[in-house]
């Protein structure tokens, strides 16, 4: 359990899920199971293309940006498909707020491997 506990991807999944989850739900009106699902994929797509490779070559302010990139399209994509009611706003305020989460996530990432650059 201690592991898991250290584990960046858990806690990315943790508090980027919650947050996606409750504005799926509350803005599309789609099941908590297909909100988790969509909220798991794209956790796990942004920990690899945007923490794993993107973060790692560029700033904090590049890879917050292609997240936020990376959760518009998505969310665009799955509510044009599904034929969701998903406003532009409401596509822009989430994908917005999991940029702002992915923004902090960033900084505990930077503090905890480099505490000298957090800043």
Do not use: C, Q
Not at 26 to 33: A, D, E, K, P, R
Not at 61 to 80: Q, S
Not at 103 to 118: A, C, S, T, V
């Amino acid at each position: 359990m201690n592991a898991l506990l250290e584990s960046r991807f858990f806690w990315k999944l943790l508090v980027n899920g919650a947050a996606l989850v409750a504005m799926l739900m509350w803005f599309t009106g789609i099941s908590f199971g297909a909100s988790l699902i969509i909220a798991v994929l794209l956790a796990s797509t942004a920990y690899v293309v945007g923490d794993k490779i993107i973060l790692r070559w560029t700033n904090n302010l590049v890879a917050t940006a292609a997240d936020f990139g990376l959760v518009f399209v998505a969310l665009w994509f799955i509510a044009w498909r599904s034929n969701l009611d998903y406003s532009w706003l409401e596509l822009t305020v989430t994908s917005a707020v999991i940029a702002a989460i992915e923004y902090m996530y960033h900084l505990f990432l930077f503090g905890y491997d480099k505490p000298e650059k957090i800043w």
